[in-house]
């Protein structure tokens, strides 16, 4: 594939005049959509969005090169736009952008595409092709400068191919030796500049160097054990994990991979001057993330807390089930009126085989607050932080913080981690080797302990029995209104952080006592998918023909609650698709909520339909909601093309 295979020319301006870097940004993804390669402009204008809020994205010399992958994409994509007067960028060098490059990359496993731009952005290194771009007479010679330079330079696998052939057997007696590592957080563009960059500096200085790059194809030209011991210095220029460990006792500079990019001359310089650290690898940190500066405060936290959450899922969902089917067992074999109040207590264990999955459900169910703050606090401090967040979780599932207090125990253990690194980090190096085997299980351990008892414990669990209380209370008009909210936002994203806060509350309500809410979330959850079935049906006009084929098939992904069926078809029309969803599925939420419907299970759909107290009414919200939302979709959705 050649890099002019991604162009389009109608996705290239020659005289663009964005007055700043927003209005920029998005001249940039409306040249991408006429292209066609875009099934979803805002989902993709928010994916582009959220690379920049990462770290600018403006490299200096007057390039940026902004870039969205994501489900959005169709097909891999490049505009270009020159912008003769230049626009602010918040490029690294203060340089405003003359000539900006938008890589669209879709979200799949045939990642061909990333060599070619990733061999683009090694070629944009170049001041004089980039200069010949800026001055192309028309879109034709703009894609003719970029054909001849892309003929004459090798393909990203043949660099590689000769990269990894290099080895210290070639460098010059006496010659400085300088290995690099490079990566950016996405590993299509940054990566592979920065270690031109440093590749380019490396032959000005007269040094020996080889760069391993960490895209998104995995990671290539790796440095072997021989060469590090060989290297006189060794530059990291990453905003992604890389495996640091090997690296102990070597002399090396960490720094952001934008550097390795601007600064790449002065990261050669001070490796040659010999001004540079040792580094000291910690035992139990086998990865290392060479900068912190990506990402909003908001992003970060998102990030740590869903880390939690899918860890805890699997326990959930398994053990919600088990559960389920105890009272199923118990249920179909006991008579409940004749039961002494003392045996209703022991539901889901009164039969010797409902105690069989009761037992094994509630010992995996039991793992679900120690696992979410456990794995909350590691995506902040790495293993060490594990044990803490384990414990605090432990805690608030034996006392009464629950749910809210397992949440803050993650985040406690990872910072009170991250803490007791910087307070031993100047303790001598044979006390400091024993730091992640002692100090930090006993200290860390001892202080998150003490905090969760004695300052989370008692506020968190006064609120958290004051909500549960509340909701268990909740009747009529309040209760409605909670299920129209729950399962609405099940809808709103799909998968995304409304549903998955949605789900969540949900889960954290059963292991509460309350029931009721779980039911109006798994019902918000199965209406999208029905509801777009049914529409496909009903209104044949208003679909593609494959969408019309592949329509039905949302019935078996609703009935087994896989909300992400419908995201396609939110993804292609999202106006008018998410308003029907939303409202079927806050339909549905409400008369699970007014019928009295309970589930005891967290995930199932129409196969724990069994353990659904008034199962026949939880139906006919089902039909209501999703009947609503496929006579809205009906009148809201425009005709399809022919």
């Not at 004089?128 to 990203?156: M, T």
């Not at 194809?217 to 990291?236: P, S």
């Not at 650290?277 to 908001?298: D, F, I, M, R, W």
């Not at 268990?472 to 409304?498: C, E, R, Y």
């Amino acid at each position: 594939m050649r890099i002019t295979d991604l162009m389009d020319k109608r996705s290239i301006e020659l005289d663009g005049k964005p007055k700043s870097k927003k209005e920029a940004l998005d001249m940039m993804v409306s040249l991408m959509v006429k292209s066609g390669k875009i099934l979803d402009e805002e989902a993709y204008r928010k994916q582009v969005y959220a690379r920049e809020e990462e770290s600018t994205t403006g490299i200096g010399m007057g390039l940026a090169i902004p870039h969205g992958k994501c489900s959005a994409v169709a097909k891999p994509g490049l505009a270009a736009m020159v912008v003769p007067e230049g626009v602010e960028f918040d490029s690294l060098d203060g340089a405003p952008a003359t000539l900006i490059f938008l890589i669209a990359a879709p979200d799949t496993k045939d990642n061909v595409h990333l060599d070619v731009l990733s061999k683009l952005s090694m070629m944009m290194m170049d001041a004089s092709f980039a200069d010949n771009l800026r001055h192309a007479a028309s879109v034709d010679a703009f894609l003719k400068i970029i054909d001849d330079a892309d003929s004459e330079r090798p393909d990203i696998d043949e660099k590689n191919a000769q990269d990894a052939k290099s080895d210290m057997t070639q460098a010059g007696a006496g010659q400085f030796k300088i290995l690099a590592v490079t990566s950016c957080p996405t590993g299509i563009a940054h990566t592979y500049m920065a270690a031109e960059g440093l590749e380019k500096a490396a032959k000005a200085h007269d040094c020996f160097i080889k760069v391993e790059t960490r895209g998104s194809g995995g990671a290539k030209n790796v440095l072997t054990q021989e060469e590090i011991q060989a290297a006189d210095c060794i530059i990291i220029a990453a905003d992604a994990k890389v495996p640091m460990e090997r690296f102990h006792g070597k002399k090396l500079i960490e720094c952001p991979v934008s550097d390795g990019i601007s600064k790449a001359d002065k990261l050669v310089e001070r490796a040659v001057s010999g001004d540079v650290p040792v580094y000291e690898a910690k035992a139990g940190q086998e990865e290392h993330s060479s900068t912190n500066t990506g990402g909003s405060l908001g992003h970060k936290i998102y990030t740590q807390l869903m880390n939690g959450v899918s860890h805890m899922l699997p326990f959930v969902v398994g053990g919600g089930i088990l559960i389920a089917i105890a009272f199923l067992i118990d249920g179909l074999c006991v008579d409940m009126a004749s039961l002494s109040p003392e045996m209703r207590a022991n539901f889901g264990t009164i039969t010797p085989v409902a105690a069989v999955f009761k037992n094994i459900g509630g010992v995996a169910f039991g793992f679900m607050l120690p696992v979410l703050a456990g794995f909350i606090a590691m995506s902040i401090a790495d293993r060490p932080g594990l044990a803490l967040g384990f414990v605090g979780g432990m805690i608030a599932a034996n006392g009464k913080s629950g749910f809210l207090g397992a949440l803050l125990a993650g985040f406690l253990a990872g910072y009170v981690i991250l803490g007791l690194r910087k307070v031993f980090s100047h303790l001598p190096e044979s006390i400091e080797k024993i730091t992640p085997v002692l100090l930090y299980p006993f200290c860390g351990i001892l202080i998150t302990g003490l905090i969760m008892m004695f300052v989370v414990e008692p506020p968190i669990g006064a609120l958290n029995t004051m909500l549960n209380t509340a909701l268990t209370n909740m009747n009529g008009g309040s209760k409605i209104l909670l299920g129209m909210i729950v399962a609405g936002m099940m809808a709103i994203d799909m998968g995304g952080p409304f549903n998955k806060a949605a789900y969540v509350f949900g889960t954290a309500s059963i292991a509460a006592g309350n029931y009721d809410i779980m039911a109006a979330v798994m019902i918000g959850g199965m209406v999208p998918p029905c509801a777009i079935a049914l529409a496909t049906i009903l209104f044949k006009d208003k679909f593609t023909k494959e969408e019309r084929e592949s329509g039905p098939t949302n019935f078996i992904m609703g009935l087994a609650f896989i909300t992400e069926g419908a995201i396609p078809f939110a993804a292609s029309d999202p106006l008018h698709v998410l308003p029907s969803c939303i409202a079927g599925a806050a339909l549905a939420g409400a008369m699970s909520m007014g019928f009295g419907c309970t589930l005891m299970a967290p995930h199932g759909g129409i196969f724990v339909f069994p353990v659904v107290e008034h199962a026949l009414m939880y139906l006919v919200a089902l039909a209501a909601g999703t009947i609503l939302g496929a006579v809205l979709l009906g009148v809201l959705k425009k005709k399809a093309a022919k």
